[in-house]
């Protein structure tokens, strides 16, 4: 009784077996006979490859990368596809149309013409002929296809867009094949803005924007065949793309002027810390990255250049004092004839200054009447004010590269250092963090963090990027009290050159000598000099701040620095609509 149970249950088995066996070849068969597909038209090997391919590999899909885009909807960066050429040597090999197809492909594309020649002799299946090629080299290298004779007999000697997607089946047949699917990034406004946006290169590598926000950017891959790839979502900047057209010119034309290194400047919204520009010059074109020569000019220097801003950070000395109630607006300083020794160390003016008004010290830049400010407040409140202002801040931007604040604690002070450091020597910044710590001012003594994105969006969703405030720094009335005295150095003092009619500007300049690293000791032939203004001065609308670094040309900021400045100002006077 079990015996029979058992043979029984073999031949339901061995059913089962025979009848998975008999489906496959059913399967094969319909495909390899009657199936009207590209399988059916390869040989077996490949047909192995391919079933192979389609049960093991695990088939990654790709989604679109996001754009990027300025805050009025410039569109700064984008995706397209272009064309990827490769041959399968095998049947190239095998055609008899080879001559030909090796005379068109070696006229038409810069390749090395023995390699390959040796990969078609060992009938490799994938040989790349050209990547990223654009849609009229295309055209080309399919007209002399056609009229080298390498076509099926119904195609003439030239074919309308109906007959290229039927060609193009043709010359795959054939072992030629022309697939638009290769990704290229794109940026459609070139050079403006191209240190923010920076760049992506082929193996996915980039800086600015590009790198910060890359897995946003990319979105997400799929390995399902049902399931679809989640494309990027899109990035907004809070640059504005005219004010940032308007930056770039002044800068390129203060470099061509005066000749330094480089030149930066950034623009703020001293409300809500929103970047509206953010330019450098040496610059870029992020299409032609490659191209480059000199790697410095990828960089964006406004945020990545540290350097001892000089008088631009007496205003951190003045606010703290200001706000101790350590001064008056109508206080006199003696200045002593320009020079004071502090612990050891002499401080001098440009000037033989004696006795100044305060708002003297700062139109003069009395480098003895800031020194002596400095001392009322000491080194603990020095030190402090200028945490609060941003100071030692080591990230103040979603941007990669940016340098770290250098800006060592009063413990470690030397007893003369408090001299310097009240007139913006021994500590270093970029000019972002200096242009915001003029915002703090701007804003009525409030310390707003810093944005470049204006919003994000995925999937028809908009997420806004809200202004947020980092901290109280400055009572109002103290700010008012700065703005004051800032005004003064722009009607009366340094920064003279800066004036509008109908206008009133705040701002401050400074002119720094530069510190040699390497040989550690300052280069008094060699300085930066930094402009930080804004306007209007009792309702401000823009914060802007240059860096010269290195001019040839002789004298102080107020020479180089504060007329980009000024350019600026006049375009965004008009543009802005400015009262």
């Not at 005379?103 to 038409?108: I, P, Q």
């Not at 090395?112 to 020649?117: A, N």
């Not at 867009?161 to 406004?189: A, T, W």
């Not at 250049?305 to 001064?327: D, M, N, Q, R, Y």
Request: a positive charge; proline letters at 3%; hydrophobic letters at 35%.
């Amino acid at each position: 009784m079990r015996s029979k149970q058992k043979f029984k249950y073999g031949l339901i088995i061995y059913g089962l077996i025979i009848s998975f066996y008999l489906i496959i070849i059913f399967r094969l068969i319909h495909i390899q006979v009657f199936g009207d597909t590209e399988i059916s038209k390869v040989d077996g090997k490949i047909y192995k490859q391919v079933i192979e391919n389609e049960l093991n590999t695990n088939r990654i899909f790709k989604p679109i990368r996001g754009n990027i885009y300025t805050r009025n909807n410039k569109l700064l960066a984008t995706t397209v596809y272009r064309y990827k050429i490769f041959i399968d040597g095998s049947k190239i090999k095998n055609s008899d149309d080879k001559h030909e197809i090796m005379n068109v492909l070696f006229n038409n594309f810069k390749i090395d013409q023995q390699k390959i020649r040796n990969k078609i002799k060992r009938e490799d299946k994938y040989i790349i002929i050209g990547r990223r090629v654009r849609d009229k080299k295309i055209k080309d290298f399919l007209k002399n296809l056609i009229a080298n004779g390498v076509k099926p007999s119904f195609i003439k000697n030239e074919i309308d867009e109906s007959e290229l997607i039927i060609f193009q089946k043709y010359l795959k047949k054939i072992g030629i094949h022309c697939n638009k699917n290769d990704p290229v990034r794109v940026y459609p406004m070139g050079k403006l803005g191209s240190h923010v946006v920076g760049y992506l290169n082929y193996a996915g590598q980039g800086i600015g924007i590009e790198a910060e926000f890359d897995e946003f950017l990319e979105g997400e891959k799929s390995s399902d065949l049902n399931d679809l790839p989640l494309d990027g979502g899109d990035i907004y900047l809070t640059i504005d793309s005219n004010i940032q057209y308007f930056v770039e010119k002044a800068i390129k034309k203060g470099y061509k002027n005066y000749q330094p290194n480089a030149v930066s400047a950034v623009v703020l919204n001293p409300k809500t810390g929103d970047i509206l520009s953010m330019a450098n010059y040496p610059t870029y074109d992020p299409n032609y990255f490659y191209r480059v020569k000199d790697s410095s000019s990828l960089i964006n220097k406004a945020i990545a250049h540290s350097f001892e801003p000089g008088s631009t950070f007496k205003l951190v000395t003045l606010s703290g004092a200001f706000e101790e109630k350590l001064i008056s607006k109508n206080m006199q300083i003696d200045c002593n004839n320009g020079v004071i020794k502090y612990e050891g160390e002499t401080i001098r003016d440009t000037l033989n200054n004696k006795i100044l008004s305060l708002s003297e010290v700062f139109e003069k830049s009395s480098n003895v009447g800031a020194v002596k400010i400095a001392d009322m407040m000491g080194k603990e409140d020095l030190y402090y004010y200028t945490k609060l202002f941003g100071f030692t801040e080591n990230k103040t931007v979603a941007l990669s590269n940016e340098s770290k604040a250098y800006v060592r604690s009063p413990d470690k002070w030397a007893p003369s250092e408090l001299a310097n450091f009240s007139i913006g020597y021994g500590l270093a910044t970029n000019l972002l963090r200096l242009t915001n710590s003029y915002a703090v001012v701007a804003n009525s003594g409030k310390l707003m963090e810093t944005h470049i994105i204006s919003k994000i969006k995925r999937n028809n969703k908009v997420s806004e990027i809200s202004p947020l405030e980092i901290r109280r720094v400055l009572d109002k009335e103290t700010a008012k009290k700065v703005t004051d005295i800032l005004v003064n150095v722009v009607d009366n003092g340094s920064a003279y050159r800066t004036r509008m009619k109908n206008l009133k500007i705040a701002g401050k300049t400074g002119t720094a000598i530069v510190f040699n690293r390497k040989e550690q000791k300052y280069k008094k032939d060699e300085y930066i000099g930094t402009f930080v203004g804004y306007f209007p001065a009792y309702n401000p609308k823009y914060v802007i701040g240059i860096m010269v670094n290195k001019p040839k040309t002789k004298g102080y900021a107020s020479k180089f620095a504060v007329p980009i400045f000024k350019e600026i100002a006049d375009d965004l006077v008009v543009y802005g609509g400015v009262e």
